[in-house]
């Protein structure tokens, strides 16, 4: 865990590759227990469609449930447009055990504050509840203070939406003010929250000592 904190901080005796220190490769790869995050790809579009059609997922998201599998791709171009700028990390979440993907997670708005970043994410409803969003935002968030290094992550959570907003709890994230939002025609609330490096720093030495049980 420690040497992914600090991977491309020339750790002592060993020297990254490049492609391994550049966190906007195509060949990235984030490895946890149960998920694996490698950077979203055009080719991703029919495992997305298998979940972007479920109005579950999309609830509390500002789209509507895909129709088609073509319907996902402006959003996949994007992200690798996007990616290719340096301006976000779309990552997929494969799980580690079958490599199958189910989900996303995205470190978006890289360069409209220098060294700040917002975290989004959404997951297949079949895998809801086992713990693999916090596991796979957690891999994202330490990529931004990391490798990035990234000095505050924000993100937005609709007030109802229990389960995102107990996932940004868990990462340490802080409520931070809100605003209203237009989603799927309603007027809805949505709570700010941020962390900023050192609190993650602080978090990140916590569960690495002995006592650290997060
Ligand atoms: C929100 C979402 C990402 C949660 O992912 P997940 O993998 O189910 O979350 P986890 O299993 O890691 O659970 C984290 C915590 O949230 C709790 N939780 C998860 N879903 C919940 C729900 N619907 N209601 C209440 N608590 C919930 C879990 O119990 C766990 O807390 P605990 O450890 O204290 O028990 C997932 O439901 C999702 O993708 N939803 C649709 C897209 C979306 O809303 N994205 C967020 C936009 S801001």
């Not at 020339?10 to 590759?17: C, D, E, I, K, N």
């Not at 340490?172 to 237009?182: I, L, Q, T, Y």
Request: hydrophobic content about 40%; proline content about 5%; charged content about 25%.
């Amino acid at each position: 865990m420690l040497s992914s904190l600090f991977r491309g901080t020339a750790l002592p005796g060993r020297q990254a590759a490049p492609s391994e220190r550049d966190p906007f490769a195509e060949t990235l790869r984030l490895v946890g227990e149960r998920v694996i995050l490698r950077p979203l790809m055009i080719e991703d579009a029919p495992a997305m469609f298998a979940y972007a059609r479920d109005s579950e997922v999309t609830r509390f998201l500002p789209w509507e449930p895909a129709a088609t599998v073509e319907s996902v791709l402006p959003f996949l171009q994007d992200q690798v447009s996007r990616r290719t700028r340096q301006e976000s990390l779309g990552m997929a979440i494969l799980l580690a055990e079958t490599g199958e993907m189910i989900g996303s997670t995205d470190l978006m708005d890289l360069r409209r504050i220098r060294g700040e970043g917002e975290i989004g994410y959404l997951l297949a409803q079949p895998y809801w509840g086992r713990g693999l969003m916090t596991e796979a935002a957690r891999m994202t968030l330490e990529c931004g203070f990391g490798r990035l290094k990234l000095t505050r992550v924000t993100a937005y959570a609709d007030a109802e939406n229990r389960g995102s907003r107990r996932v940004l709890e868990k990462l340490g994230m802080n409520p931070w003010g809100s605003e209203m939002r237009v989603v799927h025609g309603e007027d809805r609330l949505y709570i700010r929250y941020q962390i900023r490096r050192a609190t993650w720093l602080a978090e990140f030495r916590q569960r690495l000592s002995p006592q650290g049980t997060k």
